[in-house]
């Protein structure tokens, strides 16, 4: 079965310094892998997803994530965050089923 | 386009009572889920469904019903509600193998 372990629940961090968010998935077979953002009292936005090819992957407002099938992670990263990036992100793996798997959550705090 | 609407915003039950949660999407998605949302514990799926009149049952299943009588419409239904069941619901909506599309949820409090 698979399952999504995001490492950390919280990330603080100052403006405009660089920001990783990690994901580490189990599955042994190809997996389909997003990242997601919820903004306080929102729902939530795809940032970015992995389905094939290239294994670094651009996303919204400046995200990017990089697929690594031999460590099974999907960790986010953003060179330069804004104090609109505070957030909770959300990683989620499909395993070629009609449902995702989330992770808890990272809520990425940003101060000045 | 819409995106996938919720109805109603936010909503207090009392113990026992029960109520409808319906979900709207406009994006002629066969896929559709029924989420929520506590703190500390992501997202956890409740039901979902794979096409106009069929539906599974997810992670959390007891004391919710559903159904998707039309493709666009998925409803969530608590027969008799509980304080377990205070939490913030989302409906999504997807094509297969690709993203979900969530609606802006719906803050629900049984007393």
């Known amino acids: 079965a698979q399952s999504v372990t995001q490492l950390d629940s919280q990330v603080p961090v100052f403006e405009e310094a660089p920001v990783e968010l990690r994901c580490n998935y189990s599955?042994?077979?190809?997996?389909?892998l997003f990242w997601y953002v919820q903004y306080p009292n929102q729902g939530l936005q795809l940032l970015l997803k992995?389905?094939?090819?290239?294994?670094l992957v651009k996303g919204i407002n400046g995200f990017e994530a990089e697929f690594n099938k031999s460590q099974t992670s999907f960790h986010l990263r953003k060179p330069s965050v804004h104090i609109s990036d505070t957030a909770e992100y959300f990683c989620a793996v499909n395993e070629g089923y009609s449902t995702l798997t989330f992770g808890k959550g990272t809520m990425l705090l940003v101060s000045p | 386009n819409a995106g996938v609407t919720q109805t109603p915003k936010f909503r207090v039950l009392k113990t026992g009572q029960s109520m409808t949660l319906l979900c709207a999407q406009d994006m002629n998605h066969e896929y559709m889920y029924w989420y929520r949302q506590d703190p500390g514990m992501g997202l956890r799926l409740i039901h979902y469904s794979v096409g106009e009149g069929t539906t599974a049952k997810g992670e959390v299943p007891d004391g919710y019903n559903v159904s998707r009588l039309k493709k666009q419409n998925f409803l969530l239904g608590l027969e008799s509600a509980a304080p377990s069941q205070t939490s913030v619901y989302f409906c999504?909506?997807?094509?297969?193998?690709?993203?979900?599309?969530f609606g802006p949820g719906t803050r629900l409090t049984v007393l």
């Open positions: 992995y389905l094939s090819g290239s294994t």
């Open positions: 999504a909506s997807s094509a297969l193998y690709n993203e979900q599309f």
């Open positions: 599955s042994s077979v190809s997996v389909y």
